[in-house]
């Protein structure tokens, strides 16, 4: 078969894995700050619903690993959400960050020079009204930026509902182990690109993945000689924890 046309990759080759990888707490505005005081120029993050709808972020569906709160995201408002301790848990000398909300989170981006890649991540029971609501808000927050935001999940409900609402944003689709129909998945939402879980590539999965004409960014690469055996395969980018061993340009 005759392999599809692939244009560039039009984002950096190194992501930076929730916000500041390994170097901060995740997901926070001190993150993105971590991150680009290491020369990064993009940042992965995970993104969900307040119970009163507001876009924020937290990798958790419950806040107890990662602040001083208890509970489940989903149950509490934004005012509840930001008024708990995000930092401390890390280390006390990030004492007062919050889980920002997305909006925050665009500026921060626009004022560092980061591109963003927003992982859509539903707390249980609300894929659809996630993908949509985040895509919405992304869309409207990232107007104008170049390259754009890169949208991606888990969930094939929050990218079909984020395909709807917005389109024009780039999709990704996450994949721990790749299943058969990755390619017939990947097609029907419309998606860019494959973020896929590095320990379940192989060559000829690789090979096969960008003959599809698909982007492949592989996570979490944390070993600088993996970070060099996955570009010899031809892998696009790797989201990392470790921005302090594999630099903005180590791929290049
Ligand atoms: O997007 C790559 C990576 O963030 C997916 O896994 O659990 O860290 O959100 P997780
Ligand atoms: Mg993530």
């Given at each position: ?206 090979t096969?993945i960008l003959a ?22 031809g ?18």
């Amino acid at each position: 078969m005759k392999p599809t046309h692939r244009p560039a990759w039009p984002y950096p080759r190194v992501i930076a894995h929730r916000g500041g990888g390994a170097l901060a707490p995740e997901n926070t505005l001190a993150a993105l700050d971590k991150g680009a005081q290491f020369g990064m120029t993009m940042v992965e993050f995970d993104a969900k619903l307040s119970h009163d709808g507001r876009p924020f972020l937290l990798h958790d569906d419950r806040v107890e690993r990662t602040s001083n709160g208890h509970g489940a995201a989903a149950a509490m408002t934004y005012a509840e959400l930001a008024a708990l301790d995000a930092g401390t848990w890390f280390d006390p000398v990030f004492a007062g960050e919050t889980m920002p909300t997305l909006e925050a989170v665009a500026h921060r981006c626009r004022v560092l020079g980061l591109a963003a890649n927003v992982e859509l991540k539903p707390c249980p029971g609300t894929d659809s009204a996630t993908g949509l609501r985040v895509a919405r808000e992304t869309a409207h927050l990232w107007a104008e930026v170049q390259p754009p935001p890169l949208l991606s999940s888990f969930s094939v409900e929050a990218l079909e509902a984020a395909r709807i609402a917005a389109p024009d944003l780039p999709r990704g689709l996450l994949l721990d182990d790749i299943p058969e129909n990755w390619l017939e998945q990947a097609r029907r939402l419309e998606c860019v690109s494959l973020h896929a879980n590095h320990r379940k590539l192989s060559p000829a999965l690789v090979t096969e993945i960008l003959a599809a004409g698909l982007w492949l960014m592989v996570y979490t690469v944390n070993q600088p000689e993996r970070a060099l055996e996955l570009k010899q395969w031809g892998v696009d980018a790797i989201c990392t924890d470790r921005i302090d061993l594999i630099g903005p340009h180590f791929l290049d």
